[in-house]
């Protein structure tokens, strides 16, 4: 029951979304990794970064 609670808490709180960065974005990037928040990454024909993003609200309000 704690866990399940704690689970819905933290659902409010995470962000999950995919992010496409061009290859001069990478700063962007690499903060992401160091955050350990890129859950998959893929590389579009065109160069382009795609990244399946999870992180806590407040973590990405300090990154931005």
């Known amino acids: 029951l704690l866990l399940k609670a704690i689970k819905v808490r933290l659902k409010n709180e995470i962000l ?6 061009l290859p001069q974005e990478g700063k962007i990037r690499h903060a992401l990794y160091q955050l350990d928040s890129i859950r998959h990454e893929q590389i579009s024909d065109e160069g382009e970064f ?3 993003v999870q992180i806590d609200k407040s973590r990405m309000a300090q990154t931005l």
Do not use: A, P
């Open 16 to 21: 999950s979304f995919t992010l496409t960065l």
């Open 50 to 52: 795609i990244l399946n």
